[in-house]
């Protein structure tokens, strides 16, 4: 189902729409109000804002992890908000790439492993590698993110650097159309950050995959087509640091 | 096939605790099946105490009595068998062979019986006949056999003296002293109560309560039946083998209804089988006890698991963001702890295998126990597909609070 609604929506739905969106985590006050946001295809995104200003919410909501409260989340032309949480997981494993601020990996798989797990939970991912088997894509990435000398250690052997980098190899295998990073250079010293962003883009762009790039170092926005400013989007935040 | 080797891997990356959960499930299956096969162990060797003779008779009475008194050497005879009693049934045609069996005195706590080479020849324990360590059987009214277990404890030999006292208590002050015995022979461990017995001749017996009674000595208990000379006295009990076993239960019935005499026939494998049932109760409670560590060893695997959890939200939460669903969080779970049931499982039937066969000859020897490596049977797979089950079972329960945790947690897990 999931596979169908994309394929449709693949050539020209933006690669995240969102309307009027509210959201609140169980019990709590709205953290989350947003009239609008559009992000095109293979845009790349800078989205910013300080702590507290619902910027990892709003990631959970582009993933399907979380459903809003009113209003409508359409990512890559299908609407997450209308199916069953199944379906959205089904979704996030075929369309969606994930960073994570650190601790990206599964301690007790390798490093192919876990570049290659997104393919092993999602058939449909698996069989949108042009060709090349899941291992030689793998492959594929590590050497474009400079880490192919990594592929059979342990990730508990990697240093931050390069286990983030892992990470983007796993986000990106098997060319999604959306990748969301939430304050994946954090952790990374500024040479380091310099070039994760330069694979990072690289990468995106070979894919064609849009970028949503979450943090709170302004000094990154330059290097982005765009940027937007979470708190002046969010109504909810700017209550919050109002009150 | 995918998830299989994740929850293994998962095991293997939390290797320690993993280990200590499975062994301590590995022990209480261990003991759980272990006390099954000793349980086995000593039901056969119970029921193999006595083997071969197809009827016990003795005066009327209980066949508890009639089987303690005679076989275990334990409480007294129902009464006396008269000789001719004894010729008559030994003369019956569907009788292949007898063995009599005189009881009534006891040497510091030891029975002793008169009886005849019959019971060397005829009577078996685990399908053994009884033979000698060293020696002979007694051959004349002057000489006795003695049971290892008499030999080791008063550290008597062949050649030794043996005085017997009246009566079946430990302590008595009524000695034959008229009338001493020498050690013939010493019967070789059998595990079963001959062991703790003295055997002389009917004769034997007979003689000396005679001198007894010409020297004059002192006599406690009843006043020896009255007999004319030369008259065989009366035996307690007698064994016997029939020629043809389907005409046991005939023969049987026709003993019990003796108009002569009244007398109790038992088949001594059915006897044993009913004081089996009373006494094996306690093996119920060896089982109890035993599923009760199953349950703790469970509990612990619960337990690990579950303070596992709170360092494994990162990893659900990186599962989830790559598409996994909760169904699939919650199946790795319960497959890690049946994953560990079952490696526990294996382990403790494993366990009790490599003991079994590294310690059966020494149980052996100094119990008479025999264990063997039979094949698991149809309780010992229950008892394993129940502890597999329910430690898959139990998986439910951290599956549940790591399912919960991450709807909770969304990707972004509050640490």
């Known amino acids: ?243 | 096939m995918f998830l299989l080797s994740l929850a293994w891997r998962s095991l293997g990356n939390r290797r320690l605790i993993s280990l200590l959960t499975a062994a301590s499930i590995a022990l209480s299956v261990a003991l759980l099946v272990g006390i099954e096969h000793v349980r086995m162990g000593v039901r056969e060797s119970f029921a193999g105490t006595i083997r071969g003779t197809d009827l016990i008779v003795g005066a009327r009475g209980g066949t508890t009595q009639v089987l303690l008194s005679t076989v275990f050497g334990m409480s007294v005879p129902n009464g006396s068998v008269s000789w001719a009693t004894y010729e008559r049934w030994a003369a019956h045609p569907a009788v292949k062979w007898t063995i009599p069996y005189a009881l009534g005195d006891a040497h510091r706590g030891h029975r002793v019986i008169g009886t005849t080479a019959a019971f060397f020849e005829h009577y078996r324990f685990r399908d053994q006949s009884v033979t000698f360590a060293s020696g002979k059987a007694p051959a004349n009214d002057r000489e006795i056999a003695i049971g290892s277990d008499v030999a080791e404890r008063l550290g008597y030999s062949v050649g030794s003296k043996v005085t017997l006292a009246h009566g079946l208590g430990a302590v008595s002050f009524a000695e034959h002293e008229a009338h001493p015995f020498t050690v013939s022979g010493v019967i070789a461990r059998t595990f079963t109560p001959i062991d703790r017995a003295l055997y002389s001749t009917l004769d034997g017996l007979t003689a000396m309560h005679d001198d007894e009674a010409t020297s004059g000595g002192l006599m406690m208990g009843p006043p020896p039946v009255a007999r004319a000379p030369g008259e065989q006295p009366p035996i307690t009990a007698f064994l016997l083998g029939t020629k043809n076993r389907f005409e046991t239960l005939q023969l049987q019935r026709e003993m019990n209804e003796d108009k002569l005499e009244p007398l109790t026939a038992i088949i001594p494998g059915l006897a044993l089988q009913q004081l089996w049932q009373t006494i094996g109760s306690a093996e119920v409670g060896l089982r109890v006890v035993a599923l009760f560590t199953v349950l703790v060893g469970l509990i612990g695997m619960v337990v690990a698991l579950y303070a596992s959890l709170e360092s494994r939200r990162r990893e659900m939460a990186i599962l989830r963001a790559v598409g996994a669903g909760p169904r699939l969080i919650v199946s790795l779970l319960v497959l890690e702890s049946g994953l560990l049931a079952l490696v526990g499982a294996t382990a403790g039937v494993a366990l009790v295998y490599a003991g079994i066969a590294a310690a059966r000859s020494a149980v052996e020897a100094r119990f008479g126990l025999a264990l063997t490596l039979h094949p698991l049977g149809s309780a010992e797979w229950a008892y394993l597909a129940l502890v597999v089950s329910a430690g898959t079972l139990v998986g439910v329960l951290p599956a549940w609070r790591a399912y919960r945790s991450s709807l909770a947690d969304g990707l972004s897990p509050k640490l």
């Open chain 1, 1 to 243: 189902m999931s596979s169908a609604t994309a394929g449709a929506a693949g050539t020209s739905s933006p690669a995240v729409e969102l309307r009027d969106i509210r959201f609140a985590y169980k019990g709590g006050r709205d953290v989350i109000d947003l009239p609008a946001l559009t992000i095109g295809q293979g845009e790349r995104c800078f989205l910013h804002g300080p702590s507290g200003s619902g910027k990892t919410t709003l990631l959970g909501l582009l993933a399907g992890v979380l459903v809003p409260r009113t209003g409508t989340v359409r990512v890559l032309g299908t609407t997450l908000s209308g199916l069953t949480s199944g379906a959205r997981d089904r979704f996030r494993a075929e369309h969606l790439g994930y960073v994570f601020q650190m601790f990206n990996l599964i301690p007790y798989l390798s490093v192919r492993e876990n570049i290659t797990l997104p393919c092993r939970l999602s058939p449909a991912r698996r069989a949108r590698l042009k060709g090349a088997d899941v291992g030689a894509e793998a492959a594929h990435l590590a050497e474009r993110l400079e880490i192919a000398e990594l592929l059979d250690k342990p990730v508990t052997a990697l240093s931050v650097g390069q286990q983030q980098r892992v990470g983007v190899a796993r986000a990106l295998i098997g060319a999604p159309g959306l990748v969301v990073c939430d304050e994946p250079t954090s952790a990374l010293d500024s040479d380091r950050r310099d070039r994760f962003l330069e694979l990072l883009f690289a990468r995106c762009e070979e894919a064609g995959s849009a970028l949503v790039f979450v943090s709170h170092d302004l000094s990154l926005a330059a290097r982005f087509q765009r940027t937007v400013e979470l708190p002046e989007l969010n109504k909810a935040a700017v209550r919050e640091m109002v009150g």
